[in-house]
């Protein structure tokens, strides 16, 4: 019998994070993957550079790849310093590769990258969201009730 899944994800230093997606897009379901990254990209990470506020991800070949995320060259990297912008693979299982693949072909879905973050082990991860696109009027919504909290909590403490 297979393990039950966490709900969230054990991350104990968050490098970037993409604030944005939440409000562009509907969040369906995570995933936590791995990354495959060279030694000065690691080093680059963990001093806390990169960001993934552009990227997205995308499946070629059966294989999932994070396109667009920057990862700065380290500053005391050599020669053999890293390409800042080059895609990098996500290590995923085949089924769930599978599983986004046909949620991004059947329901027209995006992969997006919410954080990249060291778990309590050390290792590299992102939290990829399988999302769908906003609309102007949703995004309005959104807005609205966000500044109605705000206003809210904000009654709340003066009158209590």
Do not use: C
């Not at 299982?93 to 693949?101: W, Y």
């Not at 060291?118 to 309005?140: I, M, P, W």
């Amino acid at each position: 019998m297979a393990r039950p899944k966490h709900t969230t994800f054990d991350k104990k230093k968050i490098v970037a994070e993409n604030r944005r997606a939440r409000f562009d897009y509907h969040i369906e379901d995570t995933y936590e993957a791995g990354i495959a990254l060279t030694g000065t990209e690691v080093k680059s990470l963990r001093s806390g550079e990169g960001s993934i506020a552009e990227s997205y991800a995308e499946i070629r070949g059966g294989e999932a790849f994070l396109v667009n995320a920057n990862v700065p060259e380290f500053s005391h990297g050599n020669r053999f310093n890293h390409e800042p912008k080059r895609p990098r693979k996500l290590l995923l299982h085949a089924r769930e590769v599978e599983k986004l693949l046909g949620a991004v072909e059947r329901k027209g879905m995006t992969l997006v990258p919410l954080s990249v973050y060291f778990n309590s082990r050390g290792r590299a991860k992102v939290e990829l969201a399988l999302a769908k696109g906003k609309q102007t009027h949703d995004k309005r919504a959104t807005i609205k009730e966000r500044d109605w909290k705000r206003d809210k909590a904000r009654l709340m403490r003066d009158k209590g």
